[in-house]
């Protein structure tokens, strides 16, 4: 199993990464919007990897059979290793290879809040909209954020998984 973990979750890694990189290569040409929707897109397409993992120990490494359990305790420890790839690549996109990103992310931000808001709305949202940028502004937040967001992707794909690819 732990082989099937590392390999798998390896994979995953190395898509998510892969996808990051090209998005930001090609980020240029997007809004962030639609950069937000590609990086989830990733996730999923990274986490797809979940599946195969469980799939690949029921049908080579356990004689055709996994329980839901251990295909669940498979596909989250899958997606562990894919959120903790991707966390760390936030860190070092947003500390190293890109340190304006955040400035220009919330200057984006507020310039859309202030084309959709009332004025009476729009200093409120000003002040969440700081308090965010804040705590982003930490790498291990930050690294915490991204990772538990990917996790909770890979979560629900592990579920669905291991409901899905469940032998007895």
Not at 109 to 128: G, I, T, Y
Request: neutral net charge; glycine residues 6%; hydrophobic residues 55%.
């Amino acid at each position: 199993m732990k082989k099937t973990v590392l390999r798998y979750g390896l994979y995953g890694s190395i898509t998510i990464c892969a996808l990051f990189l090209l998005s930001w290569f090609l980020g240029t040409i997007f809004d962030y919007s639609t950069q937000e929707i590609i990086g989830y897109v990733s996730m999923v397409v990274a986490l797809t990897f979940v599946y195969f993992g469980i799939k690949h120990y029921r049908d080579i490494e356990n004689q055709g059979v996994v329980t839901f359990k251990k295909g669940l305790v498979i596909g989250v420890l899958i997606s562990l290793v894919t959120a903790f790839a991707f966390g760390v690549l936030d860190v070092i996109y947003v500390e190293l290879l890109n340190p304006d990103f955040m400035a220009k992310y919330y200057a984006d931000s507020a310039e859309q809040l202030r084309a959709s808001l009332p004025a009476n709305e729009l200093e409120a949202k000003l002040a969440e909209l700081e308090a965010e940028k804040k705590l982003f502004s930490n790498p291990l937040l930050s690294f915490l954020m991204m990772a538990v967001m990917v996790f909770g992707i890979g979560f629900i794909i592990s579920l669905i998984s291991a409901l899905l690819l469940k032998r007895k």
